[in-house]
């Protein structure tokens, strides 16, 4: 994959291509993403040759400071740019800073000092997509855990990417074993009162699993039995705890500015609530949530009145007559 067009720096072009290229190849990322990344790292280069009167290269990046950094971020704010899309360019210079350190090519600890903007928020309600996204994208450039393992970071990544995007409990996601490897378009999920459901599996939750169980050190050869093995580890390969997880969210959420109801749960709440907000048929995401009644799916999703009824009007028959 070529580098950014236009940087006069042949190292530091070398550098950009081949992060790319590690996103795609060894994180996964979608072609979707890792265009976004491309354009947030060319608009940080942009404006340094502008604020510093000279084309950036490897050495000017293990120079910037904080200030650099801050009037990067204002000089966007001026142009109009949201506090979403300013956080999502510092989760991109956060995971390009981090590789660019672990391959002995620059280090700068700058972005350690540089808070990310504070997303606005009103009532405690559901993630909105774009918070979402932007969670589970920190959470795969692992800057709220400092210096950890690539693998811990790809566990968080995956563990997230299932939760929002099947829908699954948190004991529900800890509870699966290895056994579900490889992943296919579904997946069983025993859920309360052992009750087992399918759901479909998305693309890219199968790519973040994947991803994960390339780098765990604990996913070859200590297992025979795989359907026992847990998918999810901690550090020394025992059944991943809750508690991590819910200490993890807790570093995301502080490191993005969302609000403390922003839970592991929460994720679950926001699948619904977005399939739900994009037309979802609400008996089919009774079943996806594996919920007994249908009062419980109304209830978890805070469907209000007036979106049911816009439901209702689009989809039933005599909703015009």
């Known amino acids: 994959m070529a580098g950014l067009a236009g940087v006069a720096d042949e190292a530091l072009g070398r550098a950009v291509g081949a992060w790319l290229d590690w996103l795609g190849s060894e994180r996964r990322f979608s072609a979707h993403s890792i265009d976004g990344y491309r354009r947030d790292i060319a608009g940080f280069l942009g404006f340094l040759a502008r604020h510093h ?38 989760s991109a210079l956060r995971g390009f800073f981090r590789w660019l350190e672990r391959r002995g090519i620059v280090a700068n600890h700058a972005l350690a000092r540089v808070r990310t903007p504070r997303l606005p928020r009103t009532a405690p309600k559901p993630l909105t997509p774009d918070e979402a996204a932007l969670l589970l994208d920190e959470a795969d450039a692992g800057s709220a855990a400092g210096d950890t393992a690539p693998w811990i970071t790809a566990r968080d990544a995956a563990l997230f990417t299932l939760l929002y995007g099947c829908g699954l409990r948190i004991a529900e996601a800890l509870a699966l074993g290895r056994d579900v490897l490889p992943l296919g378009e579904t997946l069983t999920v025993l859920g309360k009162g052992r009750k087992e459901r399918m759901v479909p599996v998305l693309p890219a939750v199968r790519q973040a699993i994947e991803a994960y169980a390339a780098l765990c050190p604990f996913a070859k050869g200590r297992a025979p039995d795989a359907k026992s093995a ?25 490191a993005l500015g969302l609000s403390p109801t922003a839970t592991p749960h929460k994720l679950r709440h926001s699948f619904a609530t977005h ?15 594996g919920h007994a009644s249908l009062s419980t799916t109304q209830r978890y999703t805070e469907v209000d009145a ?8 689009r989809a039933h028959p005599r909703a015009k007559g």
């Open 230 to 254: 847990p998918l999810f580890v901690g550090t020394r390969g025992a059944r991943l705890n809750p508690g991590v997880v819910q200490r993890r969210m807790r570093h995301l959420r502080a």
């Open 306 to 313: 007036a979106a049911l009824m816009r439901t209702y009007e």
């Open 53 to 90: 009167g000279e084309a950036p290269g490897i050495a000017l990046l293990g120079a910037i400071d904080a200030a650099d950094l801050r009037a990067f971020l204002a000089e966007r704010r001026a142009r109009g740019i949201g506090h979403v899309s300013n956080a999502r360019a510092l």
């Open 275 to 289: 399939l739900l907000a994009g037309g979802g048929d609400l008996r089919a995401i009774q079943e996806l949530l």
